[in-house]
């Protein structure tokens, strides 16, 4: 495996592992023009579609994950539109706030972001007075190391008619993901995070009724939506598409699918088991609450007292360990291992606490 870092533990971008970085050295000719590259944008999308859990359509764009946030917002919703935004984190706080930006209504149903969805009836009493054109949510979230449970909100939003839309970049080929049985319209994915592949595509799935608003909502940008509906049948993209991106993302599916999709969910949790049990036997305090649920592919934890979080950095790069901080009202306060992907290794969890141990 190429990597700068001897322990690389950054909850994203991850290592990539050679083989996917073998399949980006090809010398390849014009995706506009060659049918070879549609064939492998149809293969991957097949190949994200089983990691999505969904039989919709599946739309490939190049660009890193945040790419697919607006193009999904902005290619479903116009000004006026009412938005409920599902917010236990930073992105999920943002996410509501890309929305409000574009001109929607947006009312946030907020916990402490140490916290994951539970109780709902507090959000359906939100929604007596207020019939959002979309609700959206974050699977994973990912500065704080937790993980929604999401089956409830799709029934929620199934029953008031709202288009359910899914932040799952840091999920997607992690975790088990049920997007049609959860009721989820638009789900949003990234390449580098368990894909183990660069920073440079994005994916999402797109159910019938999404089409149906995307189409009526008739945007018209670099990210919207509407050109990739008729991509396979037309064999033309609405820009030059980027094929050693698209190569490594299949590259990234296909070691999945390869291993086994179950196998590499189970081997992702018992990593962070793991990663929680051996930091909390270095005395370390975990950051999510108790009842919440812990993310399989990222753990966050507090800094260790009597330390701040440049110099605890500074300590862990030294002996070859490189985490991550956390973002908005964490930072400083929480840092992170990223067990996703390439790095949801036993081996290298068991360096990386090795080197936590000497640190303290």
């Not at 937790?146 to 929620?156: A, H, K």
């Not at 660069?198 to 149906?212: C, R, V």
């Not at 370390?284 to 950095?313: C, F, K, M, N, Q």
Request: charged letters at 20%; one cysteine or more.
């Amino acid at each position: 495996m190429s990597a700068m870092y001897p322990i690389p533990m950054l909850p994203g971008p991850v290592s990539v592992p050679d083989e996917i970085l073998a399949a980006m050295r090809h010398n390849y000719p014009s995706g506009d023009l060659e049918t070879d590259f549609f064939k492998l944008y149809a293969i991957t999308g097949r190949g994200l579609a089983r990691l999505m859990g969904t039989r919709n359509d599946v739309v490939i764009m190049t660009g890193e994950g945040m790419l697919v946030l607006w193009a999904a917002l902005k290619s479903c919703l116009k000004p006026g539109d009412k938005v409920l935004a599902a917010v236990t984190g930073i992105f999920g706080d943002g996410l509501g706030d890309m929305a409000a930006g574009i001109g929607c209504e947006v009312r946030k149903f907020c916990l402490d972001y140490n916290k994951t969805l539970g109780d709902l009836a507090p959000l359906e009493k939100m929604l007596e007075d207020f019939s959002p054109d979309m609700i959206i949510a974050v699977h994973c979230e990912t500065p704080s190391g937790t993980l929604n449970p999401l089956e409830d909100l799709g029934r929620i939003a199934r029953q008031h008619g709202s288009l359910f839309c899914v932040d799952a970049v840091s999920s997607i080929g992690g975790v088990d993901i049920q997007a049609d049985a959860w009721g989820i319209d638009v789900l949003l994915g990234g390449s580098q995070k368990c894909l183990s592949a660069p920073p440079s595509m994005s994916f999402l799935s797109i159910s019938p009724p999404a089409w149906e608003r995307i189409e009526r909502t008739g945007y018209q940008g670099y990210d919207a939506l509407i050109p990739w509906r008729s991509i396979d049948g037309e064999y033309t993209c609405p820009y030059t598409p980027y094929w050693h991106g698209l190569a490594a993302l299949h590259a990234g599916v296909q070691r999945i699918l390869r291993e086994g999709p179950e196998r590499v969910f189970a081997r992702h949790g018992e990593v962070a088991l793991q990663c929680r049990d051996g930091l909390q036997e270095l005395g370390i305090e975990l950051w999510p609450a108790p009842d919440s649920t812990p993310a399989p592919t990222v753990t966050a934890a507090l800094v260790p007292t009597g330390i701040t979080w440049h110099e605890w950095r500074a300590r862990l790069r030294a002996r070859g360990l490189v985490v991550g901080g956390s973002l908005g009202p964490l930072a400083g306060k929480v840092f992170r291992l990223g067990h996703m992907g390439s790095q949801a290794e036993q081996r290298l969890m068991t360096d990386a606490l090795a080197v936590l141990r000497e640190a303290l």
